[in-house]
Nanobody, 122 residues
Framework: QVQLVESGGGLVQAGGSLRLSCAAS????????MAWFRQAPGKEREFVAV????????SYAASVKGRFTISRDNAKNTVYLQMNSLKPEDTAVYYC???????????????WGQGTQVTVSS
């Protein structure tokens, strides 16, 4: 089992940047694929980015590709999401998930953090 805690959210103006972190407990962090999802008010949780166990492969939603970068540090049990050129439509609660499969599907992630709010003002 793994416990996840996100941090780094906040209020930022359009065009600005934020870096989210997701710290994992336990000694099995490197055995999980890690992903970021987000959920805006009144909308379903949607895929943002995924990184495989070693950090050698990543994949992004079309809406964030070229602006967001996912990375991980297995020595620190942490996954990151660097968000640049933020837009008001990026406003959402951002969640990290840990799962056994390298996918963008919500159902493939077994463990979730509590989320961190990102608000982008225009």
């Amino acid at each position: 089992q793994v416990q996840l805690v996100e941090s780094g959210g906040g209020l930022v103006q359009a065009g600005g940047s934020l870096r989210l972190s997701c710290a994992a407990s336990g000694r099995t962090f490197s055995s999980y694929n890690m992903a970021w999802f987000r959920q805006a008010p009144g909308k379903e949780r949607e895929f943002v980015a995924v990184i495989n166990r070693s950090g050698g492969s990543t994949s992004y939603a079309a809406s964030v590709k070229g602006r967001f970068t996912i990375s991980r540090d297995n020595a620190k049990n942490t996954v990151y999401l660097q968000m640049n050129s933020l837009k008001p439509e990026d406003t959402a609660v951002y969640y990290c998930g840990a799962g056994g499969r390298y996918t963008g599907l919500l159902r493939d992630y077994d463990y979730w953090g509590q989320g961190t709010q990102v608000t982008v003002s225009s």
